[in-house]
């Protein structure tokens, strides 16, 4: 299917990170439209009716989050850019951090401008560090060119923005958690309400927004609404999309198309299908591994926040996952369940310890010293796990155990049944 | 009193103390500064951010042990963190790291003795594409098979 490139448009050619490169092909002209020709109310109003939902995972609309900050100016207001970006199997923030910042820059000063913001934040997972050299350097060459600063293009509007290196904390990329490391602390969860539109940074109101989310704001800038509303599958999953496919894949990599793109044709044709031919898909977890598994038989569906949700997963962070008929599922589960254990940030108790006893049951079973009733356990974990928790990092282990599970359940069965793992077994291993 | 850190380092600290809203903000910025300076963060050097920013030590001490990143005794000169995840599990994270165990004479999260290289397995990197991936301090591989390993080696050396 012929698609356009958006947000990939500029990358692939050589030196596009650089503002000239930008500039050149007609970059900044979306900001120089919203400056001219909207007031903020109007581009809230315009994010708004293109339909454009975050792309950092829970795919809430734009425009209405930016709605929700309070009417009053007594307190400053800020914007965070979330560039954390650190959910497996997720790497497309990087790419357009690395090859098109000016794309994401142009649409993080036109959201602060719509919600009259005058300091802005980008938060950078701390691993990213060209990333954050060549994202400093941009924001430095957009000073020079006077698209920051305090009179932006003779607007009367200013903004700065300041670089905030996060420093190896995957919780960081909540939302209240990153506002907990942007003022210097550890990375805790706040309990929600109060949401950050109304007590944020610092305690004033505050939009959190993702950094791809904010390059489709470029787009809406350049071209308007109603052209952006009919990409995708409107009304409800419009717009662009940047997709990653990694693990047993031909060509991993990020590809970009319109919302609602079916998996097995980005699967198949953009990347090249399986790595191995000899090895047929077994499962893919379509939107990052905090999202619930889809068994082959269950992979026909396409890419969009409700098409995804009728399928019993989510879009999620839209990293997709490949796994072949080699793979060992239990195995997968349990190196997840390492990653969450590691990375539970220890306030509730149901997820730091949980996590652990789910590490301790899916090592027991992948040794070959598991029970039948662990495999019932892990779900039973699970279920006291979800909704019991001060952050959704609950609910980011408790889906991936209660879908592998589900799906799976043979496999965790014969585990406990040879004492062994089959796959390795087969394979002499 | 003394300072643990360079003037330089000092100095810049206060700049750092002036671009926030408020002054808690600097203390990441603030601990990356001196992690640069002397490649780890001391007790000492932790006791006199502590004091810059008009935090208590334990409060810091807190924050940085809250973050892999931040290095409580030193690391190898070059530090190589291997992606351990599941994206580069599939593509053979496991068997480079027992390559490099091997071919380093160390175990996972282990400085060797003479200085040179430490190694640790790290949680996903964000480069899922490029599996299986590492970091050698700043820089980026991958993929990375073991014979990939053993020429990145052999050109630190
Ligand atoms: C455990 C956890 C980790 C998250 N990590 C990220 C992340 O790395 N990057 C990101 O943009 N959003 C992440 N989110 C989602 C954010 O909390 C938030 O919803 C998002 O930044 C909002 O931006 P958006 O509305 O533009 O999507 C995470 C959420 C949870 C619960
Ligand atoms: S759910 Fe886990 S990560 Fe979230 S606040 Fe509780 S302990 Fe921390
Ligand atoms: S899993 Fe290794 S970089 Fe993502």
């Known amino acids: ?429 | 009193m003394t300072i643990p850190v360079h003037p330089e380092t000092d100095r810049r600290i206060d700049d750092l103390l002036a671009r926030f809203p408020q002054k808690g903000s600097a203390l990441l910025p603030a601990l990356y500064l001196i992690q640069e300076e002397r490649g780890w963060v001391s007790e000492e050097s932790m006791e006199y951010v502590a004091g810059k920013i008009g935090l208590s030590p334990a409060f810091v001490s807190g924050v940085v042990s809250f973050y892999t990143m931040f290095h409580r005794r030193p690391v190898g000169r070059h530090h190589i963190q291997i992606c351990r995840t599941l994206p580069c599990a599939l593509r053979g994270a496991d068997s480079l790291m027992a390559h490099a165990r091997s071919r380093l004479g160390i175990r996972d999260g282990e400085t060797r003795a003479d200085g040179r290289y430490s190694l640790v397995s790290v949680e996903c990197l964000g480069a899922c594409d490029r599996a299986p991936f590492l970091q050698i301090n700043d820089r980026e591989h991958g993929p990375v098979d073991p014979a990939g390993l053993d020429d990145i080696l052999r050109r630190l050396e």
């Open chain 1, 1 to 429: 299917m012929a698609f356009e490139p958006l947000l990939t448009r500029n990358v692939g050619r050589p030196g596009s990170e650089a503002i000239d490169a930008y500039l050149a092909s007609g970059g900044y002209q979306g900001l120089k439209r919203v400056l001219r020709e909207f007031t903020p109310e109007k581009f809230v109003e315009e994010v708004k009716s293109s339909g454009l939902r975050g792309r950092g995972g829970a795919g809430f609309s734009t425009g209405m989050k930016w709605g929700f900050l309070p009417k009053g100016r007594e307190k400053p207001r800020y914007l965070c850019v979330n560039a954390d970006e650190s959910e497996p199997g997720t790497f497309k923030d990087r790419l357009l951090i690395e090859k098109d910042p000016h794309l994401v820059l142009e649409g993080i000063i036109a959201s602060a401008y719509a919600i009259e913001c005058n300091l802005a934040f980008f938060y950078i997972r701390g691993e990213f560090h060209q990333g954050h050299r060549i994202f400093q350097k941009a924001v430095a060459e957009a000073h020079a060119r006077g698209y920051l600063g305090r009179n932006i293009l003779g607007s009367g509007f200013g903004l700065d923005i300041i670089m905030y290196r996060g420093a190896g904390a995957y919780i960081c990329g909540e939302e209240t958690a990153l506002l907990e490391s942007l003022e210097g602390k550890r990375g805790y969860p706040r309990i929600k309400p109060p949401f950050p539109a109304l007590v944020g940074l610092y305690g004033c109101p505050t939009i959190i927004n993702n950094v791809e989310t904010l390059a489709n704001v470029t787009l809406i800038a350049e071209r308007g609404a109603a052209w952006y509303a009919a990409i995708g599958r409107p009304p409800k999953n419009t717009g662009p999309k940047l997709f990653c496919l990694s693990g047993h894949v031909k060509r991993p990599g990020v590809y970009e198309a319109p919302l609602g793109v079916p998996f097995l044709e980005l699967l198949n044709e953009q990347a090249g299908g399986m790595a191995h031919p000899s090895r047929p898909l077994k499962a893919a977890v379509p939107g990052g591994s905090s999202m619930k598994i889809l068994p082959a038989s269950k992979c026909d569906v396409l890419l969009d926040f409700d098409s995804l949700a009728a399928a019993g997963t989510s879009l999620g962070s839209a990293g997709g996952i490949v796994m072949d008929t080699g793979t060992c599922i239990v195995g997968a589960l349990l190196n997840l369940a390492r990653f969450y254990a590691h990375e539970s940030c220890g306030q509730c108790t149901p997820c730091r310890e949980g996590t652990g006893w789910l590490v301790q049951i899916l090592v027991r079973l992948e040794r070959g010293d598991g029970r039948m009733e662990d495999v019932g356990l892990l779900a039973d974990i699970a279920g006291r796990i979800e909704g019991n928790t001060v952050c959704p990092f609950g609910e980011a282990i408790a889906w991936p155990v209660d879908s592998y599970v589900k799906e799976f359940r043979e496999e965790f069965e014969e585990h406990a049944r040879r004492k062994a793992c089959p796959l390795r077994a087969a394979a002499g291993r």
